[in-house]
């Protein structure tokens, strides 16, 4: 009897594993993205220079309409005043700072660190300074930028955009 029972068992644990080692085997191989450098491509340089370029008009117009527009309908925006997801958020998350502190001036560097396609997305990081009244007076603010941009109808949109500032250096004893 227990030897028969044993037979079953072994014959069940068989009879799965089999087919759970087959799909293993005929697990297709990761897929490796295929990458591209697009500094080396004017036309390409130029359409993500114009999609910055009305970045930059939006913010200058402190217009979170004209900003959002410029995002896909599942866009994400990463600030040091937290994550913001969808259109609605980035909008009121904007519409928000442009209240508290109105930019005066703001330029995202045209000279990019990066600019990358990875199959039908694409990549970028670079720098952006920007001018604004702050509660006390004009302050200025510096710092890096990220995205990633896929194409939505005939347009490169932001799907990602995490802004980050400058650190700022520690103050010293003479500056307390």
Same mark, same amino acid.
């Given at each position: ?30 897929? +490796?993205?295929?990458?591209? /450098? =697009?500094?080396?491509? $004017? ?14 008009? #939006? @913010? %200058?117009? %402190?217009?979170? &309409? #004209? ?26 998350? @904007? ?13 995202? &560097? ?5 600019? %990358?396609?990875? /199959? %039908? ?7 952006? #300074? ?13 710092? @890096?930028? &990220?995205? =990633? @941009?896929?194409? /939505?109808?005939?347009?490169?949109? +932001? ?7 400058? $650190? ?9």
């Amino acid at each position: 009897m227990k030897t028969r029972l044993l037979g079953a068992l072994v014959g069940l644990a068989i009879g799965f594993a089999a087919p759970a080692f087959a799909q293993q085997k005929g697990r297709a191989e990761p897929r +490796i993205a295929q990458e591209r /450098d =697009l500094l080396r491509f $004017p036309d390409e340089l130029a359409e993500f220079d114009a999609l910055h370029q009305k970045l930059e008009e #939006a @913010y %200058n117009k %402190n217009d979170a &309409s #004209a900003v959002v527009a410029l995002f896909t309908e599942d866009g994400v925006l990463v600030t040091a005043d937290g994550v913001f997801a969808g259109r609605q958020q980035i909008e009121k998350s @904007y519409a928000d700072a442009f209240k508290r502190s109105p930019i005066t001036g703001f330029v995202c &560097s045209h000279e990019r660190h990066h600019l %990358n396609a990875i /199959d %039908n997305a694409a990549w970028s990081t670079g720098e952006w #300074a920007s001018a604004f009244q702050g509660q006390t007076g004009p302050a200025f603010a510096r710092g @890096y930028w &990220s995205a =990633l @941009y896929v194409p /939505d109808g005939d347009a490169w949109k +932001i799907r990602l955009l995490t802004l980050t500032g400058y $650190p700022q250096a520690a103050p010293t004893p003479e500056t307390k």
